[in-house]
């Protein structure tokens, strides 16, 4: 199962990708200081997930490029709808 989609165009940016390394390493650091092994493992373990996806396995792949959609070709058996109506005395418009 994978977490976090290393092909997401948040993931894009450098900094983008540090932050979230760096969020997930202090945070480990917080719960150390105050005394919560338990949650500095956790945090600790999110932090080196994200920086294995994030940096050691990260290969972007190009968006991929749909083409351009084409107009559809109109039937030439349906009148067309810029086609001059004629007016109530039989006169064009």
């Known amino acids: 199962m994978q977490l976090i989609d ?11 990708r540090i932050a979230i390394v760096a ?3 202090g945070w480990a650091g917080v719960e ?4 919560d092994p338990f949650w500095a493992v956790l945090a600790g373990g999110a932090g080196a997930y994200s920086f294995y996806m994030l940096f050691w396995t ?3 792949q190009p968006p991929a ?6 107009p559809e070709a109109e039937d030439e058996d349906e009148p067309a709808a810029t086609a001059e109506k004629p007016a109530k005395d039989g006169q064009a418009e």
Not at 32 to 35: A, S, Y
Not at 65 to 70: F, M, R, S, Y
């Open 6 to 16: 290393p092909n997401h165009p948040a993931y894009r940016h450098l900094w983008v």
């Open 23 to 25: 969020v997930c390493f």
């Open 32 to 35: 150390l200081i105050t005394g």
């Open 58 to 60: 990260f290969n972007p």
């Open 65 to 70: 490029t749909e083409p351009a959609a084409q």
